[in-house]
C-alpha cells in the first residue's frame, strides 16, 4: 500500500506545485501586458499633447503674423480688428495642450523648448514696427517650433531606445 501512496502523493504535490508555477507565470505575464498597454497609451498621449501644442503654437504664430503684416501694411480698422480676434483665439487654444504637455511630461528638455516656442510665437506681437522685425520673429518662432518638435521626438523615441519610458514600463 505504501507503495502506491508514495507516488500517488508525489504525483498530487507535483500537480499542485505545477498549477501554482503555471499560475504565476500567467499572472506575470498579465501584468507584463498591462505595463506595456499601459507605457503605449502614456506614450501615445504624450504624442498627441505635442502635436497639438505644435500645432497651436503654428496657428498663433501665423495670426500672429497676419496681424502684424496688416498693421505695417495699415490694413482697415475692421480688418485689424477681425486678426486681432483670431489671434486672439489662437493664443487661447495653445493653453489646452500645454497643460496636457505639463502633466504628461515631466522632461525639462521638453519643457523648455515647448516655454522658447511659445515665447517667440507670442513676441511677434512686439515685432509689429517694420516687416524686417516682423520676418526676423516669425523666423525666430519657425525655428523655435523645429527644436522643440525635434527635441519632444528624441523623447518621444520608442520605448525600446528611450530609458525614461522603458523604465516607466518595467515599474
Not at 63 to 78: F, H, K, L, S, Y
Request: hydrophobic share 45%; with cysteine.
Amino acid at each position: 500500500m505504501l507503495t502506491v501512496l508514495v507516488p500517488a502523493s508525489l504525483a498530487v504535490v507535483a500537480t499542485l506545485l505545477g498549477a501554482i508555477v503555471s499560475g504565476r507565470f500567467q499572472e506575470r505575464a498579465a501584468e507584463r501586458q498591462i505595463r506595456v498597454t499601459h507605457g503605449q497609451a502614456i506614450r501615445r498621449d504624450r504624442l498627441e499633447a505635442v502635436t497639438a501644442l505644435a500645432c497651436a503654437a503654428s496657428d498663433h504664430r501665423t495670426a500672429m503674423w497676419r496681424r502684424g503684416d496688416a498693421t505695417i501694411t495699415g490694413a482697415g480698422p475692421e480688418r485689424i480688428e477681425t486678426l486681432r480676434g483670431e489671434s486672439h483665439m489662437t493664443r487661447s487654444a495653445i493653453t489646452r495642450p500645454l497643460v496636457a504637455l505639463r502633466v504628461l511630461i515631466e522632461d525639462q528638455a521638453v519643457r523648455a523648448a515647448a516655454d522658447r516656442m511659445i515665447t517667440l510665437a507670442y513676441a511677434l506681437r512686439d515685432a509689429y514696427a517694420s516687416t524686417e522685425d516682423l520676418t526676423a520673429a516669425r523666423e525666430a518662432a519657425k525655428v523655435a517650433h523645429d527644436d522643440f518638435v525635434n527635441t519632444a521626438a528624441r523623447y518621444l523615441r520608442p520605448a525600446s531606445t528611450h530609458p525614461t519610458l522603458e523604465q516607466e514600463s518595467t515599474r
